[in-house]
């Protein structure tokens, strides 16, 4: 299947820094990524599409200024979280369409090994 | 809000048929059952999916009722390894984003 490459994998910071995230599509073209954020023992919650070309998509109750999302290319999505705070602090997942065929096919989701941020 | 139903947790003998079931009794005519999985600190994983009929490929096997309304996943001879949360979605194919629910843990037990 398709690869979704995710980076960094673990990342510590003080609060108050910005930590970018990026998630790159090895061997497909992805016009549309996916950032989901998961705390401990919950499942993925998304926070925002992200769209190649234009801007991101966010779910209701996602700070845009916060979460900053970039789709500059057709293989990189990029998350930066400003001013972070431990509240931040969560495990963050980039996921892509990668399949091909039919409508059902097409929706398969190929998702990053995950960041885990931690904010001190 | 998640659009199925899935139990919290689930055991299984390690070599024995693991069973999944999921209740989606709202699935419209055009949406598709997905099925994922994540094992612990990983990125979630596609295993099957199917519209009406039954699918299977090299992972597992997806069983979809006649109305549509349940579904089971079936992991043939469960290993270790299969432990995860097991994540059933409804989707339309072209919409693209997931709406994750809770999920099923799934433990192999040796």
């Known amino acids: 299947g398709a690869v979704v490459s995710q980076h960094p994998s673990w990342v510590i910071c003080k609060s108050g820094t910005s930590v970018k995230i990026e998630c790159r599509s090895l061997?497909?073209?992805?016009?549309?990524m996916f950032w989901y954020r998961q705390f401990p023992k919950q499942s993925l919650m998304l926070m925002a599409t992200?769209?190649?070309?234009?801007?991101?998509?966010?779910e209701q109750g996602v700070e845009k200024d916060k979460f900053l999302i970039n789709h500059a290319s057709l293989t990189l999505s990029t998350l930066t979280v400003t001013s972070a705070h431990p509240e931040d602090s969560s495990f963050y997942i980039c996921?892509?369409?990668?399949?091909?065929?039919?409508?059902?096919?097409?929706?398969?989701?190929?998702f990053g090994a995950g960041t885990r941020l931690s904010v001190l | 809000d998640a659009k199925t139903t899935q139990p919290t947790s689930m055991d299984c003998a390690e070599g024995r048929a693991a069973n999944l079931p999921c209740n989606h009794s709202?699935?419209?005519?055009?949406?598709?059952v997905y099925w994922y999985r994540q094992i612990h600190s990983q990125g979630p994983q596609y295993i099957i999916h199917?519209?009406?009929n039954n699918e299977t490929n090299e992972m597992a096997s997806l069983i979809i009722t006649e109305d549509r309304k349940s579904s089971t996943l079936i992991l043939p001879h469960a290993t270790l390894r299969d432990t995860a949360v097991y994540y059933c979605?409804?989707?339309?194919?072209?919409?693209?984003?997931?709406?994750f629910g809770k999920g099923t843990l799934l433990t192999v037990n040796p």
């Open positions: 199917g519209l009406k």
């Open positions: 996921s892509a369409p990668g399949g091909s065929g039919t409508s059902g096919t097409k929706n398969i989701q190929y």
């Open positions: 992200s769209n190649e070309g234009s801007k991101a998509t966010y």
């Open positions: 709202t699935i419209s005519g055009n949406e598709y």
């Open positions: 979605i409804v989707e339309r194919g072209s919409n693209y984003k997931l709406t």
């Open positions: 061997d497909f073209q992805a016009t549309t």
